[in-house]
C-alpha cells in the first residue's frame, strides 16, 4: 500500500484546507483510511477515519463538526476537508491505513505526511 498526501499548506485562523491521500495497492490492505496529525513536541494524535465500505466515519472530539473525512467513488482517493482552522491545528497530516478496522492502533501504512500551518 502507497500513501501519498497533498493539500497541505499555511492558512490563516479561521481559513479552510482540503487535504486529499491518493492510495494505491491491494485494496483489501485498505479497509479503513485514516486521518493523524503530529504537532511539534508531541505525540500522533488521531483525527479522523472512515471505512472503504462507507459504513462509518471516525472524528476526534477536537476536530468534530470542523472536519470531514470523505473518499471519491473508486475508494482510492480520501479526502479531509478541514474547516475553522485554528492555531492548534497545526501539525504535520498523515494519512493510513488499516486492513481491519478503524481502531488507531490497527492503522499499519501510512503516507510521508503533508504540513498544516494555521497562523
Known amino acids: 500500500v502507497q500513501l501519498v498526501e497533498s493539500g497541505g499548506g499555511s492558512v490563516q485562523a479561521g481559513g479552510s484546507l482540503r487535504l486529499s491521500c491518493a492510495a494505491s495497492g491491494y485494496a483489501e490492505l485498505r479497509n479503513c483510511m485514516g486521518w493523524f496529525r503530529q504537532a511539534p513536541s508531541k505525540g500522533r494524535e488521531w483525527v479522523a477515519a472512515?471505512?472503504?465500505?462507507?459504513?462509518?466515519?471516525y472524528y476526534s472530539n477536537s476536530v468534530k463538526g470542523r472536519f470531514t473525512i470523505s473518499q471519491n467513488s473508486a475508494r482510492n482517493t480520501v479526502y479531509l476537508q478541514m474547516n475553522s482552522l485554528q492555531p492548534e491545528d497545526t501539525a504535520m497530516y498523515y494519512c493510513a491505513a488499516s486492513t481491519s478496522s478503524c481502531r488507531p492502533s490497527d492503522f499499519g501504512y501510512w503516507g510521508q505526511g503533508t504540513q498544516v500551518t494555521v497562523s
Open positions: 472512515i471505512y472503504a465500505s462507507g459504513s462509518g466515519t
